[in-house]
């Protein structure tokens, strides 16, 4: 089963993805993790993607539709993956189609999770992640137990470069702009579902089993 997850920055789409995967016994695929894994490894790439995104801009699709083609190629997205954060250009949307039709394989389901913009701020400005797992908190809705601990491995927690607010307002128009098309772009090949994302974790992730399977 393939499955993209889009939805605006802070809508729960790396909680859902991690979760569904595990329900699901498929791959999460994050572009944003991969991007920021190339940091930390001091890669060529995740160096030119930096500047990019700590302003909340894409990085330009030639960059990241090359590094999604040889993630989904590794032998774990057999059985098929759920992406997070690809596509968000049409332009990607359209290079996936044409890599995926290449080995006679489609994309399943499309979810699009909606969260209003006052949400998505209020969520973005307290999130802290763990560094080793990437497990979401947020200081408010969903704190550690221990202070700048991680719950489930003791990772340390640290809040993201495009966490604070100028990064976060660019990033929610950037959504707006360039990948509110892709809503249009798969309700037209009918395999869009719409899920409300501010219902509780738990809720999100019913909602979401239930329109992809
Ligand atoms: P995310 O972790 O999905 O919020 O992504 C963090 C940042 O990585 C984004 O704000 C972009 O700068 C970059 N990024 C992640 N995925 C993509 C993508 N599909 N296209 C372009 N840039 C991306």
């Given at each position: 089963m393939r499955i993209i997850l889009l939805g605006p920055?802070?809508?729960g789409k790396g909680t859902q993805a991690k979760s569904m995967s595990e329900s699901l016994g498929i791959v999460h695929i994050s572009s944003g993790d991969l991007l920021r894994d190339h940091q930390a490894r001091g890669t060529e790439l995740g160096s030119t993607a930096r500047s990019y995104m700590q302003q909340g801009l894409l990085v330009p699709d030639e960059l990241i539709i090359g590094m999604i083609q040889e993630r989904i190629?590794?032998?774990?997205a057999e059985k098929g993956y759920v992406l997070d954060?690809?596509?968000?250009?049409v332009e990607q949307a359209g290079a996936l189609e044409a890599a995926l039709e290449k080995q006679g394989e489609t994309i399943d389901r499309v979810a699009n999770i909606r969260v209003s913009e006052e949400e998505l701020i209020m969520r973005l400005g307290g999130r802290w992640i763990c560094r080793h797992c990437q497990r979401p908190y947020h200081e408010v809705n969903a704190a550690p137990?221990?202070?700048?601990?991680?719950?489930?491995?003791e990772g340390e927690l640290y809040q993201r470069e495009d966490d604070v607010p100028e990064a976060v307002s660019k990033r929610i128009k950037v959504f707006a702009e360039q990948t509110v098309p892709l809503i249009g772009y798969y309700n037209g090949k009918g395999n869009l579902v719409e899920v409300d994302?501010?219902?509780?974790i738990e809720d999100v992730r019913e909602s979401l089993l239930s329109a992809v399977s």
């Open positions: 920055p802070g809508a190629k590794l032998s774990d954060g690809f596509p968000r250009t137990r221990k202070h700048g601990e991680c719950d489930d491995c994302g501010e219902g509780s």
